[in-house]
């Protein structure tokens, strides 16, 4: 089964980053299959969604800001808890179809790496699984 890492170097606090063309060449020579995809992070997620419109990612970053407010009462002592209850609500993890080489994604979608505490290194682990 074979495995990798990306490495994500994220410029904002709140960013969304496009992975699908880097892992489409991960899967480019697999007929059929899994991709796998994780990051390792507890304050970044990965979600699909729409890829088209950038104006998505700016309506996604700003509802999450609106849902996780900075001034609630947080105990965590390191000042990231709105990051690590975004990453909660997004998750650390995807799983997408490979079919004759090609990720099955809708016509808008795309993997994105979501950074709620940047800007910083990161790495994105995947896994292919043939079947």
Known sequence: M???????????????????????QVVSGIDDGILHVYTPHTTAGLIINE???PDVRRDILGALGRIVPDDFPYRHSE???PAHLMTALTGSAVTVF????????GTWQRIFFCEFDGPRGRRVWWKTIAG
């Open 2 to 24: 074979p495995r990798g890492e990306l490495t994500v170097a994220t410029s904002r606090q709140l960013e969304m980053i496009d992975l699908t063309d880097r892992l489409q």
């Open 51 to 53: 890829g088209a419109d």
């Open 79 to 81: 000042g990231n808890s």
């Open 98 to 105: 490979i079919v004759q080489g090609r990720l099955q994604l």
